[in-house]
Nanobody, 124 residues
Framework: QVPLVESGGGLVQAGGSLRLSCAASTVTFRGNNMGWFRQAPGKEREFVAAMNWSGDITDYAGSVKGRFTISRDNAKNTVYLQMNSLKPEDTAVYYC?????????????????WGQGTQVTVSS
């Protein structure tokens, strides 16, 4: 069973919206911190947003704060990333990740499981 599967990426015009979904297994979702990261061509992978295991703590990169919202549906073992007011600089492959040890939300090295990524392209 694939631990994490992202979907919802695509091509959108600047100012538009997309909602990414990450379907997880029980092992990779229940009781775990969940995060979204992205990597643009030629750039390092960077933190986008994360939510702790209980859903009461969230963190966002400054570049997306106020535009992106992370949420989780425990009944569906799914985490979402609602992306509004998209900009060309948001273009990247977006990855979902799970941290089974509930460590610091923003550090990618803390995440044990990763999805395959979904491409988001924002045209100007």
């Amino acid at each position: 069973q694939v631990p994490l599967v992202e979907s919802g990426g695509g091509l959108v015009q600047a100012g538009g919206s997309l909602r990414l979904s990450c379907a997880a297994s029980t092992v990779t979702f229940r009781g775990n911190n969940m995060g979204w990261f992205r990597q643009a061509p030629g750039k390092e992978r960077e933190f986008v947003a994360a939510m702790n295991w209980s859903g009461d703590i969230t963190d966002y990169a400054g570049s997306v704060k106020g535009r992106f919202t992370i949420s989780r549906d425990n009944a569906k073992n799914t985490v979402y990333l609602q992306m509004n007011s998209l900009k060309p600089e948001d273009t990247a492959v977006y990855y979902c990740a799970a941290d089974t040890l509930r460590r610091t939300l923003v550090k990618d090295v803390n995440y044990d499981y990763w999805g395959q990524g979904t491409q988001v392209t924002v045209s100007s």
